[in-house]
Nanobody
């Protein structure tokens, strides 16, 4: 079992930036892909970004494309989400998740992932 811990959330004004971290621990296991999802209050969880731990390929949801960057430090088993030009609609609990089997394409659905963190709150004010 892999444990994931998100950090870096907080309160920021619109137009500002935040950097989220997702640190993995536990027994050694292949994490073929790490994904970020978010869930605003009263809304369904939505896909944000994913990165291949093998190739480094990335894929982003339309709502964050061009503003967010996902990156990976494989030696530290840590994935980052650099968020810029933040908008109030970015306010949500942000979750990271890991996929233990090799995907054929960018995994963008919740049920494609195996382990999840507890989330970190991001609040963007006007």
């Amino acid at each position: 079992q892999v444990q994931l811990v998100e950090s870096g959330g907080g309160l920021v004004q619109a137009g500002g930036s935040l950097r989220l971290s997702c640190a993995a621990s536990g027994r050694p296991v292949n994490n073929y892909a790490i994904g970020w999802f978010r869930q605003p209050p009263g809304k369904e969880r939505e896909f944000v970004a994913t990165i291949s731990r093998v190739s480094g390929s990335t894929f982003y949801g339309d709502s964050v494309k061009g503003r967010f960057i996902i990156s990976s430090d494989n030696a530290k088993d840590t994935v980052y989400l650099q968020m810029r030009s933040l908008k109030p609609e970015d306010t949500a609990v942000y979750y990271c998740a890991t996929k233990h089997t090799a995907p054929l394409r960018a995994p963008i659905r919740e049920n494609e992932y195996d382990d999840w963190g507890q989330g970190t709150q991001v609040t963007v004010t006007k």
